[in-house]
């Protein structure tokens, strides 16, 4: 079974750029999550997909940054216009959504993000 | 809200001794416990889960950690530990009904010493 996929694994902007991820999750995973894990601290939810519904987005500071999981497989997270402070690793992780299933993540490698 | 406490952010230890990560937690509801280990520029994995039944749950390769409901905690074990263990080890709680979202904790950096 393929685990979650992520691109790029790396990526340099400048400030006020603007920057995508992509990320597909295991094959019939309902849920997908997208974390930001800035160095030093622990993965922080930025938002979470039930199928292509939002669930979770109480995290995400709207005013630059934007998901979208268009046919309920994979999904990208973009940034517009990048802030120093946003420089992190940003992780896809994806579950089944079945009953206690839905608790158990699985975690793409993450893509590390500098902003200069 | 739910909110997770790491004790440890940096745990130094010689190869094949004990070890113990600790992990409280704090929830105002039942909750599902997590520990996942990263390695270097890898993700996070699941290293193992506290659902339901047994307090006391162990990993394939030799962790284990007990659920303590009293003292809201869920520290990780394992009894003798191995240069391959060297990795950051980040503890996860879920309140139950959440659909599936977690909180994590800041993680704690095991270093295996020969």
């Known amino acids: 079974e393929a685990g979650v996929a992520q691109s790029p694994r790396y990526k340099i902007i400048e400030k006020r750029q603007s920057v995508a991820f992509w990320c597909n999750p295991i094959?019939?995973?309902?849920?997908l999550y997208w974390y930001q894990q800035i160095l030093g601290q622990g993965p922080k939810l930025l938002i979470q997909?039930?199928?292509?519904?939002?669930?979770?987005d109480s995290q995400l500071p709207k005013d630059r940054f934007s998901a979208e999981r268009l046919k309920g497989v994979d999904s990208t997270l973009k940034i517009q216009p990048a802030k120093l402070e946003d420089s992190a690793v940003y992780l896809c992780?994806?579950?089944?959504?079945?009953?206690?299933?839905?608790?158990?993540?699985?975690f793409g490698p993450g893509t590390r993000l500098t902003v200069t | 809200a739910q909110s997770v406490t790491q004790l440890d952010s940096q745990v130094p230890v010689f190869e094949e001794a004990p070890v113990e990560l600790r992990c409280n937690y704090s929830?105002?509801?039942?909750?599902?416990l997590f520990w996942y280990v990263q390695y270097p520029n890898q993700g996070l994995q699941l290293l193992l889960k506290?659902?339901?039944?047994?307090?006391l749950v162990e990993s394939i390769n030799g962790f284990e950690a007990e659920f303590n409901k009293s003292q809201t905690s869920f520290h990780l074990r394992k009894p003798s530990v191995h240069i391959s263990d060297t990795a950051e080890y980040f503890c996860?709680?879920?309140?139950?009904?959440?659909?599936?979202?977690?909180?994590f904790g800041d993680g704690t950096t095991l270093t295996v010493k020969p």
């Open positions: 992780a994806s579950s089944s959504g079945r009953a206690e299933r839905v608790y158990e993540q699985y």
């Open positions: 094959s019939g995973h309902a849920t």
């Open positions: 997909f039930q199928n292509n519904g939002v669930v979770d």
């Open positions: 929830s105002s509801v039942s909750v599902y």
């Open positions: 506290y659902l339901s039944g047994s307090t």
């Open positions: 996860a709680v879920s309140d139950l009904g959440n659909a599936g979202k977690s909180t």
